[in-house]
């Protein structure tokens, strides 16, 4: 779908800048949205075959989700910040991220999800 949350990455599996994760942990990193604080980082991979965060959501959407790297804006390593290009709504509706590792059907329920979001 031609407008969707991946269109102007060639990976929505990497980060934006690679020197954001270079030697950081990125675990309890507040994420923040244009609507507001929506979680804190519980787990963060910086895999070159798929980097992504698994947030645990703020009261209101509960349980963890995953945000692939893509839909990370901007990182603020002396404020322990991250920012995401998804509201609290796409969040919550976002799939529930239940599993210890992303194989290929958690991939592609995510991609299927975030493919299909207006990034506005």
Same mark, same amino acid.
């Given at each position: 779908m031609s407008g969707g949350l991946w269109d102007y990455r060639d990976s929505v599996w990497d980060y934006r800048e690679s020197t954001w994760t %270079? =030697?950081? =942990? %990125?675990? #309890?990193? /507040? !994420? /923040?949205?244009? =609507? #507001?604080? %929506? #979680?804190?980082?519980v787990r963060a991979s910086s895999s070159s075959a798929a980097a992504y965060l698994v947030v645990d959501a703020a009261p209101g959407i509960a349980g963890l989700r995953l945000v692939p790297a893509g839909? !990370?804006?901007?990182?603020?390593? =002396? #404020?322990?910040?991250v920012r995401i290009a998804l509201t609290g709504v796409q969040l919550a509706d976002a799939p529930a991220y239940e599993v210890d590792s992303l194989d290929d059907s958690v991939r592609a329920e995510h991609d299927h999800f975030f493919g299909n979001l207006d990034p506005r």
């Open positions: %270079l =030697d950081r =942990d %990125l675990v #309890g990193y /507040e !994420v /923040e949205a244009p =609507d #507001g604080r %929506l #979680g804190v980082v839909a !990370v804006t901007s990182m603020n390593h =002396d #404020g322990r910040t």
